[in-house]
């Protein structure tokens, strides 16, 4: 079994920070990509931002130069470091990894429960 543990989200003024934290646990030989998404009310979930095994990010615009992503390998952990939040920022924050068990497996993802942000204006 592999379980993904978030921890950090809550409630914050507009212009606050937050830092979002994911963990993994379980049997795990290999992790590639490691990612936060979010959902608001009503809407689909999105991409956040991500960061593969070799360090390369991915931003969706509306975050790019407030939130920075970074990975702790050795601890299987994901954090989401959220500056200068807005109301818009508001959403249930999901994390996920991309993970291999063991030598011989193939990749899958693996998702958090979830952790919610709210951001009051």
């Known amino acids: 079994q592999v379980q993904l543990v978030e921890s950090g989200g809550g409630l914050v003024q507009a212009g606050g920070s937050l830092r979002l934290s994911c963990a993994a646990s379980?049997?795990?030989?290999?992790?590639?990509?490691m990612g936060w998404y979010r959902q608001a009310p009503g809407k689909q979930r999105e991409l956040v931002a991500d960061?593969?095994?070799?360090?390369?990010?991915t931003y969706v615009d509306s975050v790019k130069g407030r939130f920075t992503i970074s990975r702790d390998n050795a601890k299987k952990m994901v954090n989401l470091q959220m500056n200068s939040l807005k109301p818009e920022d508001t959403a249930i924050y999901y994390c996920?990894?991309?993970?291999?068990?063991?030598?011989?497996?193939?990749?899958?993802?693996?998702w958090g429960p979830g952790t919610q942000v709210t951001v009051s204006s």
């Open positions: 996920k990894q991309t993970i291999r068990r063991v030598l011989s497996g193939r990749y899958s993802d693996y």
């Open positions: 379980g049997i795990i030989f290999s992790i590639s990509t």
């Open positions: 960061i593969t095994s070799g360090g390369g990010t």
